[in-house]
């Protein structure tokens, strides 16, 4: 197959009396003699896309490749209103290579159900009683898990055994993961402490000290493993499992590919190492290609076919031809639940819709069909009475409503309590159908009889189109299909009419993937480069040959642009990557390389990137952004326009929604691109400084951003810094926001549980104007109006009690001296986890130190430091002339407001004297 990436490009003044709203066009392949069609897709052209800035119109779709291969093919883009308006461009294969021929899949020879299924029968022998590296390319749902579970238990049968670590794309299977296997595993020998990664790289650093399983996602375990060679228990792993390992294919997959490399460098420098890998995947075409990329052993890779399930899959795919997207969906939905009520008669059924809004409307459109049968209840397998009592627990109303009639739906914005209920009714046959999202397809742990995927397109709002589902979602979606009736499990597919034989060729036939690395080298670069793995060009072209990028240069040269698929072109063309890309790099000040002797040495730009997990392309816009004069309103639009929020959706009909909130916030942007997912970051993060309630859909973005903020804020406390900038108190000051969803200017005692803006005035009234005053006037025996105070706070008892909770226990109260050489005393820990209710994940307390002159609004000196009872610090500083100097030592919290500390003192320097600070800080509970 030829995938092709058509840019069409409107080169024409719109005029509305002429053109309306939109135009429609047809893009059409012909072969080289121009007699058959190879595929034709409508193309339709909005007025408010073709007059923007920027109004190029990406087109993506495959088209099948003869042999012998044909010297051209033709693309016509044409009108369909307009006579002559149509553009036609030849694509020239003259230096096309086509890849290699993908050897055939293993067949299956074993039938014998009654311990394992045949593909858990074959793959024992290797995954249990060797150690040696394994690929296992086997269908969703073929129990590939188990597979997983066999090399566990045979490194746990081992005397002594070093740790394990089980790597998922996604968090969701790492939860369902980690889950089951606490419960199954736990126990094993004595017990196993089964931990899954959390991505605050100090958790994670305990988590992987006591854990002999851990679970993580590739983007935790890439953090956690960069500085591998000062994390000595990184280098006792000695089993390593990548399961769902065809994800390297996907867009995020070059981090996915770059552990794995990773770990496969560690065990060829580490002469003690012991390292085990094992990689598990659908049936792969190029299954070889991963295995030798791992360093199986031919013997030891496993492929086999996408049939060889352990049920039969009975797949009909059917097609329609609707352009406009409601109306498709509409006109699927009857048979959808046709195909429910005759192939899944009294049996579980799943179908799959492209959004959360989708889900409720196609339950309700099956529904309707239901009522039309005059069988308002065909979907209910017990009586209302029993279901009742749960019903009354669910949040959702619509929802609810669907329950009582068989039907539930489940997306990736429901509660976490409504989701156990439906997967529950489910799971024990109450209800007969689940309504899903395509996002929720790695997290419902449920099977069905049949599986109906209804419409493989979901729209991009950043782009203005619908994208085609990833074909891994697709197989995963055909992989809940377990639950058998004649010995088989069904699956109906409806895709629009130009996908059909895309669809058809490659869920009946293994599935092929490249590496996306090259798009992402520069990122791997400043990682390696930062820990001094890379030290010159010469290593970072050693480095490549580590990676599966690498092994497919030459298998698939065109894919990669690859001109010479010789040794020598070879060469060349790594060379120039590798040459091309650390020039980029240095002249975005990130890193320093010397072309003449080949040296290379990270800046500290570089060491910050690879520190806080961000990308080149946001550190550039820091350097760039960042300076001296930057205030709060400055950095808020800065650290929102970095490219990690690239991946935020927008949704149709979204802009109105945000152009709202966006009126309500404070701060505003000075160029607004409103249909930019930089745009919605800037406001939803201004949204959660609000606490606005938000509709589900912009709360699950709004978690997402919270989730990746701290670590920019981090960045750009370091960059301000390093330049001896003042201003990176107010990046601190944002982080403080972040955690607890509070503007600078509001109130401290917002952050006590319960207390609403009605509370808070009430306090204010009592002279109690931060958390502090608060603890005070809780004393009765010191504050005459506490009866009263209490009368008019309203709370009751147990709110009372998770106040003084949080104001004694979680709430830090710090003592800061400072003095010169001062020696203290260790003590025993507190728990320095955050009260932070609007923030997403567990966070853990953070604080900066910092000496600075405020006059000059000079920084000298900063450390990042995490306090528990007492904790002495040394901080080193330059005082830019001679003579007095009025300083501030501040202590700045990273997640609580009203704690921050600034006390001053004066020196007196004189040229070439030396000064250093002794900082004690010691929390005293009782105070």
Not at 730 to 755: T, Y
Request: with cysteine; proline share 5%.
């Amino acid at each position: 197959m030829l995938r092709v990436e058509l840019s069409i490009t409107p080169n024409f003044e719109w005029d509305d009396a002429l053109h309306g709203a939109a135009e429609s066009f047809w893009i059409m392949v012909e072969d080289c003699d121009g007699e058959d069609v190879l595929f034709h897709d409508q193309f339709i052209l909005r007025k408010d896309y073709a007059v923007a800035e920027s109004n190029e119109h990406l087109i993506e779709f495959t088209v099948p490749i003869t042999d012998p291969m044909p010297p051209n093919y033709f693309i016509s883009v044409v009108s369909d209103r307009w006579m002559h308006s149509e553009t036609r461009l030849p694509i020239s294969f003259q230096k096309l290579i086509l890849p290699e021929k993908f050897p055939r899949t293993h067949s299956s020879i074993y039938n014998d159900w009654e311990y394992f299924n045949k593909i858990q029968t074959q793959t024992f022998n290797t995954l249990y009683t060797t150690d040696d590296n394994a690929f296992i390319g086997a269908p969703t749902g073929s129990g590939k898990t188990v597979c997983a579970e066999f090399a566990l238990l045979r490194h746990w049968a081992k005397p002594e055994y070093g740790r394990a670590v089980y790597i998922a794309p996604f968090q969701e299977q790492v939860d369902v993961r980690h889950a089951d296997w606490e419960k199954r595993l736990g126990s094993v020998r004595g017990g196993k402490d089964i931990v899954k990664l959390t991505g605050e790289t100090a958790t994670d650093l305990k988590l992987l000290e006591k854990g002999d399983l851990i679970l993580a996602t590739p983007i935790q375990w890439d953090v956690l493993s960069r500085q591998w060679q000062r994390r000595k228990n990184i280098m006792t792993v000695e089993l390593f499992i990548a399961d769902e390992l065809h994800l390297l294919g996907g867009q995020s997959g070059y981090i996915y590919e770059i552990i794995v490399s990773r770990m496969h460098y560690i065990r060829s420098q580490v002469e003690e190492m012991s390292l085990r890998i094992i990689g598990l995947s659908v049936s792969l075409a190029n299954a070889r290609d991963i295995g030798e990329w791992i360093d199986a052993k031919k013997k030891d890779i496993y492929n086999f076919s996408p049939h060889a399930r352990p049920l039969p899959l009975e797949l009909r795919i059917q097609p329609y031809s609707i352009p406009h997207f409601p109306s498709l969906m509409l006109a699927m939905a009857k048979p959808a639940y046709l195909a429910i009520t005759e192939t899944s008669v009294d049996k579980p059924a799943m179908v799959f819709v492209s959004s959360r809004k989708q889900t409720r409307f196609t339950a309700r459109d099956i529904l309707a069909a239901c009522l039309a049968d005059e069988n308002e209840d065909r979907f209910l397998r017990v009586g209302l009475d029993q279901l009742r009592p749960i019903l009354e627990r669910v949040h959702e109303e619509a929802l609810a409503e669907a329950l009582s009639h068989g039907v539930g739906y489940y997306h990736e914005a429901l509660s976490q309590s409504d989701k156990r209920i439906v997967k529950h009714l489910y799971n024990q046959g109450a209800i007969q159908v689940v309504v899903a999202s395509r996002d929720v397809c790695w997290e419902l742990h449920c099977t069905a009889h049949l599986v109906v995927v209804m419409g493989t397109q979901y729209y991009e709002g950043r782009e203005h189109r619908y994208l085609d589902y990833p074909l891994s979602e697709v197989l995963q979606m055909f992989g809940k299909a377990l639950q058998p009736a004649d010995g088989r499990v069904r699956g109906v597919l409806m895709v629009p009419g130009t996908k059909r034989e895309y669809y058809k060729k490659f869920l009946n036939e293994a599935l092929p993937v490249e590496s996306h690395l090259h798009n992402f080298v520069h990122d791997a670069f400043v990682t390696e480069v930062s820990t001094k793995m890379i030290e010159s060009a010469e290593d970072a072209i050693n480095w490549t040959t580590f990676t599966y990028f690498y092994r497919r240069l030459l298998a698939n040269p065109s894919y990669y642009s690859l001109t010479s698929a010789t040794n020598d072109g070879l060469n060349a063309y790594l060379s120039d990557l590798v040459v091309t890309t650390l020039n980029e790099l240095t002249e975005s000040k990130i890193i320093d390389f010397d072309e003449d002797d080949g040296s290379v040495a990270p800046q500290n730009a570089a060491m910050i990137a690879a520190y806080y997990n961000i990308s080149y392309i946001t550190m550039q816009t820091f350097l760039l952004s960042l300076s001296a004069k930057t205030k709060l309103k400055g950095i808020l639009e800065i650290v929102t326009s970095a490219t990690e929020f690239e991946s935020i959706q927008i949704r149709r009909h979204e802009e109105s929604l945000l152009r709202r909130i966006y009126d309500r916030v404070p701060v505003k942007m000075s160029e607004p691109v409103y249909d930019s997912p930089h745009f919605k970051t800037f406001v939803l993060l201004q949204a959660h400084f609000s606490r606005m309630q938000l509709p589900i859909d912009l709360a699950k973005d709004q978690e997402m951003i919270i989730s990746k903020i701290l670590s920019l804020l981090s960045a750009t406390v370091d960059v301000l810094s390093s330049d001896g900038h003042l201003n990176a108190m107010f990046a601190m000051e944002m982080s403080q926001m972040s955690v607890q969803a509070l503007w600078d200017r509001d109130s401290p005692l917002k952050q006590i549980p319960h207390f609403s803006p009605e509370v808070v005035k009430v306090a204010n009234e009592f002279g109690i104007k931060d958390i502090f005053d608060f603890m005070e006037a809780m004393n009765p025996e010191e504050n005459p109006d506490y009866a009263k105070l209490i009368q008019r706070l309203g709370l009751s008892q147990p709110q009372l009690a998770q106040a003084a909770n949080f104001t004694n226990t979680k709430y830090p109260d710090i003592t800061l001296n400072f003095e010169i050489e001062r020696e203290v005393e260790e003590d025993e820990e507190v728990d320095t986890t955050v009260h932070a209710p609007f923030y997403p994940t567990k966070k853990m307390e953070n604080w900066w130190l910092v000496v600075g002159e405020e006059s000059s609004k000079t920084l000298l000196a900063i450390k990042r430091v995490t306090i528990g009872e007492q904790l002495k610090v040394r901080l080193e500083y330059t005082v830019p002339t001679a003579g007095k100097h009025d300083l501030k030592l501040f202590l700045m919290s990273d997640s609580y407001i009203g704690v921050d500390q600034e006390p001053t003192f004066s020196i007196t320097a004189a040229e070439g004297m030396d000064i250093d600070e002794d900082v004690d800080e010691d929390e005293d509970d009782e105070e």
